[in-house]
């Protein structure tokens, strides 16, 4: 078929709220997908991270297809033979007592968020708790997300807002001591800000904000939705930094190893006490189809190491863009398999730069509007990474004005 027909029928009926590339892919297999002509790319974006396993990975279609012949959804009015497994496979992976199942990011963070307030009003005895957020996070687009959002557009049109979060500067200690009041209940933000243009703070900033957490009874919550999971070369972005393991963690995407959405938040017993029946809840949060795909999609970055794999090829491609001589490059920065291109204000922008690596087989997506962002599968083999990194060298060395 044509490819106008897919452009075209997409531009009329579905609302405008992204700018996609030039480029309909029809087929995806492990680190390569394929437009409807047939060409390959390598996917450098793998779904913003929600494919860490490649796409169509095999062992997680067998699950689909051996949960299929059971049951896929039973709602949480009854049990199913998937959750508990799940959970307790995820538990013991991450190092925590439970979790709650749900499906997107955005209702994983929702979630943490609800988990705080009741713990500040019943455990921590405080009405109308404050979550301390930070500058330039993404933590998803509902309405109460968004209200702490310090993207312009992310918020433009969309008030009244939620209530109850103080932004704080990221990476600075300082900025969360100064902001620490007997208000406040918990601190959320990210280990590593991903939609923000790959900022990786200090080391020892998280095992900073952790102790200031403790010290003051307040909840440490880290959303590593993106970052987890082996993205960054450890399965946990905190892992980086010493005794920095939070009291509340979220995590999704590579949950589902891209095949249908799961995510959810773990916590400890004593935490998640607060929650009752009723309280909170999804349709389809931890249904047995969802849980099915979980477990395999955890079991293949252990089975297949993709966690080191991310820290081998990650810090080898990493020094291999660093040998790149551009005008175009501010910087080059990245951990595991998160890497972001940062590039001048004068390059016009990371967009032209991903349109010219599309013609070259790669297709990445800027962030922040002078980031190309590279988070390939973790599947992705050295000799990959080669063919990737000439192809960028040589866009970034002859792209001119
Ligand atoms: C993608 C992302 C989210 C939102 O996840 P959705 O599944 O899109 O709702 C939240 N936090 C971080 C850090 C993310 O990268």
């Not at 993709?306 to 291999?320: C, D, I, K, R, V």
């Not at 050295?382 to 792209?399: S, Y």
Request: glycine residues 8%.
């Amino acid at each position: 078929m044509d490819k106008n027909i897919f452009l075209e029928t997409t531009k009329q009926y579905c609302a405008n709220n992204y700018n996609p590339l030039d480029v309909v892919l029809t087929k995806g297999r492990g680190v390569w997908v394929y437009d409807e002509k047939g060409r390959k790319y390598i996917d450098f974006l793998s779904g913003y991270s929600a494919l860490n396993q490649g796409h169509n990975h095999r062992l997680i279609i067998d699950a689909i297809k051996k949960q299929i012949k059971g049951i896929t959804l039973t709602s949480r009015a009854f049990y199913n033979d998937q959750l508990g497994f799940f959970a307790k496979e995820l538990c013991q992976l991450a190092g925590y007592e439970m979790m709650l199942p749900m499906n997107t990011g955005a209702e994983a963070v929702e979630t943490a968020i609800k988990l705080a307030r009741k713990w500040g009003l019943y455990q921590k005895k405080v009405k109308y708790g404050e979550i301390l957020v930070c500058k330039n996070n993404f933590h998803g687009r509902t309405i109460t997300i968004i209200s702490f959002s310090t993207e312009q557009q992310y918020r433009d049109g969309f008030s009244p807002f939620t209530k109850g979060f103080k932004i704080i500067e990221f990476n600075s200690l300082k900025a969360v001591k100064n902001a620490i009041s007997d208000k406040t209940i918990a601190v959320l933000m990210e280990p590593i800000q991903a939609e923000g243009g790959i900022i990786i703070p200090d080391k020892g900033y998280l095992t900073g904000v952790a102790n200031l957490c403790r010290k003051n009874n307040i909840l440490f919550m880290l959303d590593e939705i993106q970052t987890g999971l082996g993205r960054i070369g450890k399965l946990f972005a905190y892992e980086y930094d010493y005794n920095a393991k939070p009291d509340v963690l979220i995590v999704g995407k590579a949950l589902s190893g891209g095949f249908y959405p799961v995510s959810a938040v773990l916590s400890s017993k004593s935490i998640f006490r607060v929650i009752k029946p009723g309280d909170h809840g999804s349709t389809f949060g931890g249904n047995p189809l969802a849980s099915a795909i979980a477990r395999a999609s955890l079991n293949v970055i252990i089975k297949e190491k993709l966690t080191e794999n991310s820290y081998l090829q990650g810090a080898y491609f990493l020094n291999s863009l660093k040998t790149i001589k551009s005008k175009w490059i501010k910087e080059i920065r990245g951990k595991g398999l998160l890497i972001g291109i940062e590039l001048h204000k004068k390059a016009g922008g990371a967009r032209r730069f991903c349109e010219a690596l599309m013609k070259e087989s790669l297709l990445c997506k800027e962030t922040h509007e002078n980031v190309i962002r590279l988070a390939p599968p973790l599947i992705i083999k050295r000799e990959q990474i080669d063919f990737a990194f000439k192809k960028i060298k040589k866009i970034l060395e002859n792209q001119n004005k």
